[in-house]
C-alpha cells in the first residue's frame, strides 16, 4: 500500500523559512508527477507547485518566487523550500503523486482528493506575524 508521509511543519514568524518533506513508502518518485497542496481553514484546497520526472517544476503565483520544489530521487524524498513566509501561508500542505512521468496542465488546479492518485495526510504550516 502506497503511503505519502509528509514532515518538516511547524510555527514561524512572518519572514521566516521552512522546508517541508515528502517522503513514499511503497512508491519511488523518481519518474513520477508531484506536487505540493495546501488548504486554509473555510478555503478550498489550492495546488501550490509540481514537479515532473524530468525535474520541471510550476508554482502557483501566490509562492512564484519564494517557494521551490525540489526532488532526491536517491532518497526517494519531495521537498518544498519555503522563504519570505506570510500569515496568508498558513494552511495544511499536503503532497501528491501521479503515476505518470510528465504533470498535466491541470494538475496544480485539480486538488480535490480524487484528482491525483495518491496524497498524503497533511502537515500544518502556521506564520505569526
Known amino acids: 500500500q502506497v503511503q505519502l508521509v509528509e514532515s518538516g511543519g511547524g510555527s514561524v514568524q512572518a519572514g521566516g523559512s521552512l522546508t517541508l518533506s515528502c517522503t513514499p513508502v511503497?512508491?519511488?518518485?523518481?519518474?513520477?508527477?508531484m506536487g505540493w497542496f495546501r488548504q486554509s481553514p473555510g478555503n478550498s484546497r489550492e495546488g501550490v507547485a509540481s514537479?515532473?520526472?524530468?525535474?520541471?517544476?510550476t508554482y502557483a503565483d501566490s509562492v512564484r518566487g519564494r517557494f521551490t520544489i525540489s526532488k532526491d530521487n536517491a532518497k526517494n524524498t519531495l521537498y518544498l523550500q519555503m522563504n519570505s513566509l506570510e500569515p496568508e501561508d498558513t494552511a495544511m500542505y499536503y503532497c501528491?503523486?501521479?503515476?505518470?512521468?510528465?504533470?498535466?496542465?491541470?494538475?496544480?488546479?485539480?486538488?480535490?482528493?480524487?484528482?491525483?492518485?495518491?496524497w498524503g495526510q497533511g502537515t500544518q504550516v502556521t506564520v505569526s506575524s
Open positions: 514537479i515532473d520526472g524530468d525535474a520541471h517544476t
Open positions: 501528491a503523486a501521479d503515476r505518470a512521468f510528465w504533470c498535466k496542465e491541470t494538475f496544480l488546479s485539480h486538488a480535490r482528493q480524487g484528482d491525483h492518485n495518491y
Open positions: 511503497g512508491y519511488a518518485i523518481g519518474g513520477s508527477c
